[in-house]
């Protein structure tokens, strides 16, 4: 593995590999979405809702960077397929969130687990030394999330 050197122009372009790479390697596998049967932008919000639990239509719209009547949009196609439903929040029952139905968080887990398993079986072809090198390096990319 080769250092970092730490001059700024160096932290620059690894910043721009890493960038790139990361783009890369999520474009190819969402290529496994497509077997999900609902566009990129209908299974983003669902993830959001399985993965960080029900929210409103203005949480769910400014996690995805989104407006508000887009995500309207998306949300009433989740709704037509039963992936998602409304709910009274139990904090405020004046207020209504969106959550994933049982359809919804299967699908997900599903397309998910596809991605996974495709990105397992590109590991496969890397020596023992790399694949561990590519788990150490998630745990600094998760660090890298949470600092962004």
């Known amino acids: 593995m080769r250092p970092v050197k730490t001059r700024?122009?160096?932290?620059?372009?690894?910043?721009?590999?890493?960038?790139?790479?990361?783009?890369?390697?999520?474009r190819r596998l969402?290529?496994?979405?497509?077997?999900?049967?609902?566009?990129?932008?209908?299974?983003?919000?669902?993830?959001?809702?399985?993965f960080a639990g029900p929210r409103s239509?203005?949480?769910?719209?400014?996690?995805?960077?989104?407006?508000?009547p887009?995500?309207?949009r998306i949300v009433a196609s989740l709704r037509?397929?039963?992936?998602?439903?409304?709910?009274?929040?139990?904090?405020d029952r004046r207020r209504v969130q969106l959550a994933a139905t049982r359809k919804g968080n299967k699908l997900m887990l599903e397309s998910r687990n596809r991605r996974v398993r495709a990105l397992a079986s590109a590991m496969q072809t890397l020596t023992r030394e790399q694949r561990e090198v590519l788990s150490y390096s998630a745990e600094l990319l998760s660090q890298l999330n949470r600092l962004l």
């Open 8 to 26: 700024p122009e160096d932290l620059l372009q690894a910043a721009d590999r890493l960038h790139s790479a990361a783009l890369h390697l999520l």
């Open 30 to 50: 969402r290529v496994r979405d497509k077997e999900s049967g609902i566009g990129p932008a209908q299974l983003s919000a669902l993830s959001v809702l399985v």
């Open 57 to 68: 239509l203005q949480e769910l719209a400014e996690a995805e960077q989104v407006r508000p």
């Open 70 to 72: 887009t995500m309207s």
């Open 80 to 91: 037509r397929r039963r992936l998602i439903c409304r709910e009274v929040d139990p904090r």
